[in-house]
Every structure is written in structure tokens, then in C-alpha cells.
């Protein structure tokens, strides 16, 4: 496995990777949801490249970044395992060196959800992508359900701007008992981490409620936030049953829909959803 810390050396990295090439971009602090991508990336592709980057510009000031858990020893071992051909992993001042002034904006479905309560935060997103993808030229970018509203804006940013990729989204992987995987699991409390498992009973009652026939989506999410508000430590951010393709909230589910949420448990945010009628 070769790791590669500059732009210069990822791209001579990338030049002679046999294709397909499959990318895997993370954050690190790598648990099964990562891992389950690398190893799609594996069986579909004869190359997978892995990124390790804690991207400061989708945080916003009173965000996590600093805080963020890192663990890049442990983090290799386990892509190395995984037999991953290569992993990038640069430092801040060499994605944003001092003379950048370039940004790229996916209007319209950042307005809603994550875009509304982290402004600035998809500008980020995309941006940082979208140098990923330039450095690692992939042909096919791996990214998982549970930040659904980010994969929808990357795959409308790869087909507005012609990218020459395929995006792939996975199934949420989850724990035993439901919870989604998070690297930010790490700072749930024993305690704290089982209020989190409100956020998965919500959503199961969501699909309760649509397959008993309920679809007005007002009275699921009335019950859905009674739900989470029985929950002492938990703070509801949004709840969310929104078009999939649009995010606009819905006041009829007459297709497929997506049910998303953000919740506090104590200081720690956590995300999670699933699509009525579909992937969850």
C-alpha cells in the first residue's frame, strides 16, 4: 500500500494504478461503514485509492474540527488489511494552499436540511471533492447512504459539471442493535449511546406508520419528534420527509421519500435516515 501526502505524489501514484480505479474518500477514524466501501471498491474495481482527510472548510466555527477523532496509525492498518493500493493523505495547506480562491456551489438542494443548519457547509463539501476527484481521477467515487443529502449534491455536482465518474451510494451500515456507524459514536457516553438508538426507533416507526398506510407525512413527523422528545438527552436539530430528488418537504408521500434527521444526544450531533420505498 502506498501512501502519498502531496498533490504530486498521489497523481504519480494515480498514473500507475491499472483501471478501473474505485475512491474512497474519508475523513478517517475509520469504523465498518468505511471499510464496507473499500471492499465494494475492491470486488469492482482492479485499483482503490483511499483518502484520509479531515476537511477543515465544511465545519463551521463552532464546529468540531479541532475535536474531530484521529487516528491515522490505526486507520492505515485497517486500510492496508483491505488491501487498498494507495491512500492519500495531505495536510490542510496542501489542498488549501494561501493563493486558493476557488469554490464550488451545488445550489438548491444545500438550502435544505444539513444546508440550512451548517451553512457553508456542502461549499465545502463539494469543493474538497471535487479536488479529490481531480488528483485521483477515479472512475468510480464510493460514498454511504447515511449522509444521503451529501451524495445526492456530489452526484448532481458529477452530472452538472460532466465529471468522466460513476457514484456509487451503499447501504447504511449499522450496529447490532441499529445505530448507524459514525466515527462521532465515539463521543457518546455509555449512557448516551444507548439514548442515540431513538433516532433508529423513529425511523422504524416512520416505516411502521407509511406501510400501515399513513401518508400524510405531517402526522409521521409529529409522531416521529413526540418519539425523540421522550428522550430526555435528546435535542432534535431537524426532522425531515423531504422528495429524494429534491429535498422539498412533503405533505403527501406518493412515492418514495426520504426521512432524515439530525439530533443532539447531549453535545454529540448525529444523522440518520432511510428512503420509504427504497435503500435505507
Known amino acids: 500500500m ?8 498521489m497523481k504519480e ?9 474505485g475512491f474512497v474518500p474519508t475523513m478517517g477514524y475509520l469504523h465498518e461503514g468505511h471499510l464496507s466501501l473499500v471492499r465494494q471498491a475492491r470486488t469492482e474495481c482492479k485499483s482503490v485509492i483511499a483518502s484520509i482527510f479531515v476537511n477543515p472548510t465544511q465545519f463551521g466555527p463552532n464546529e468540531d474540527f479541532a475535536s474531530y477523532p484521529r487516528n491515522t496509525e490505526r486507520d492505515l492498518a485497517l486500510l492496508e488489511k483491505e488491501s487498498t493500493d494507495a ?31 451548517r451553512p457553508g457547509h456542502f461549499r465545502g463539501v463539494t469543493t474538497v471533492v471535487a479536488k479529490l476527484f ?19 449534491v456530489i452526484q448532481k455536482m458529477v452530472s452538472d459539471l460532466n465529471m468522466n465518474l460513476e457514484v456509487i451510494v451503499a447501504h447504511t451500515v449499522r450496529e447490532p442493535d441499529g445505530l448507524a456507524m459514525s466515527s462521532r459514536n465515539v463521543y457518546l457516553s455509555p449512557e448516551e449511546r444507548q439514548s442515540a438508538l431513538v433516532l433508529w426507533k423513529s425511523l422504524n416507526l416512520a416505516q411502521k406508520l407509511w406501510s400501515d398506510g399513513e401518508s400524510d407525512a405531517g402526522r409521521i413527523r409529529q409522531q416521529m419528534i413526540s418519539l425523540i422528545e421522550s428522550e430526555p438527552s435528546a ?26 434527521m439530525a439530533v443532539r444526544i447531549g453535545k454529540t450531533r448525529l444523522i440518520d435516515n432511510i428512503i420509504l420505498g427504497g435503500q435505507t
Open 2 to 9: 502506498k501512501i502519498a501526502r502531496t498533490i504530486a505524489e
Open 13 to 21: 501514484i494515480r498514473r500507475q494504478l491499472p483501471e478501473p480505479v
Open 87 to 117: 491512500v492519500f493523505m495531505p495536510q490542510p495547506e496542501e489542498m488549501y494552499p494561501p493563493s486558493a480562491s476557488s469554490w464550488i456551489d451545488v445550489e438548491g438542494i444545500t438550502d435544505q436540511l444539513e444546508g440550512a443548519s
Open 134 to 152: 481531480n488528483i485521483t481521477e477515479p472512475t468510480r467515487a464510493y460514498f454511504g447512504q447515511k449522509d444521503a443529502q451529501q451524495a445526492l
Open 235 to 260: 435535542q432534535i436539530d431537524y426532522v425531515s420527509i423531504a422528495d429524494t430528488g429534491t429535498l422539498e418537504e412533503l405533505e403527501q408521500i406518493d412515492n418514495s421519500s426520504l426521512v432524515s
